[in-house]
């Protein structure tokens, strides 16, 4: 969630949201702020462990975000960017990863309150840009074997029939290693659960088998 717009306090307005939204759902929250006083104060009244998007590889983010994230036993989103933005190589990409996990480690926060962002652009800007978040994702599962989570409909910005392009690159995604992805539920879950079908995550098609006689069953 996030509260930011202009003329917005946001040091007042995003614990208020936070209790607000507490009192009417009992899942996890991902608090989304670039304001790190408006973070804490979120922090403060938020009750359970809330998913804080996001830190990146800048030493002001790292230095301002991560003791946050210690201080309240959050968990945090790490974004494969740096000083210098997103980078076009994998490798670099990669390495702001380890970097953000062992920063995150340095200060008592476990790997597994870390859920790396690899970053998924516009493929109708650089061609490339599929291959290297692919590549990205896969070499993050090998070395660091973390949750990763991604905005996965970025792919395919400006282009048209977005949804073959997005569950086409998602189908890819999670065969490289996305566990996480930031998609639209409703519209993803039958070809997530086809997807976990085909890597032989789903015994005997279980779960494919039992969604689809729920869809059938809404629509007779």
């Given at each position: ?11 007042s307005a ?53 003791p ?28 702001v ?43 993050v ?80």
């Open positions: 969630m996030n509260v930011a717009c202009p003329g917005v306090d946001e040091i995003l614990p208020k949201a936070i209790e607000t939204i507490m009192a009417s759902v009992d899942v996890p929250l991902c608090i989304d702020i670039n304001n790190p006083v408006a973070l804490k104060e979120a922090l403060k009244v938020y009750k359970g462990k809330p998913i804080v998007n996001s830190v990146t590889g800048e030493e002001n983010s790292l230095n301002e975000i991560l946050l994230v210690m201080e309240y036993g959050a968990a945090v989103i790490g974004l494969t960017m740096d000083d210098e933005g997103i980078p076009r190589e994998s490798d670099r990409r990669v390495a990863a380890h970097k953000i996990i062992e920063r995150a480690g340095s200060l008592g926060i476990p790997p597994e309150d870390v859920i790396i962002d690899c970053l998924a652009l516009t493929l109708g800007a650089d061609s490339n840009a599929g291959t290297v978040t692919l590549e990205t994702i896969r070499k599962t090998e070395e660091l074997g973390v949750n990763q989570t991604l905005g996965a409909s970025n792919i395919s910005f400006g282009l048209p029939d977005r949804n073959l392009v997005n569950h086409t690159f998602l189908a890819l995604a999670i065969s490289s290693g996305l566990t996480c992805p930031t998609v639209d539920v409703a519209k993803v879950r039958p070809a997530v659960l086809s997807i976990d079908l085909i890597l032989g995550r789903d015994r005997f098609a279980q779960r494919y088998i039992r969604e689809f006689r729920q869809r059938r069953s809404q629509n007779d």
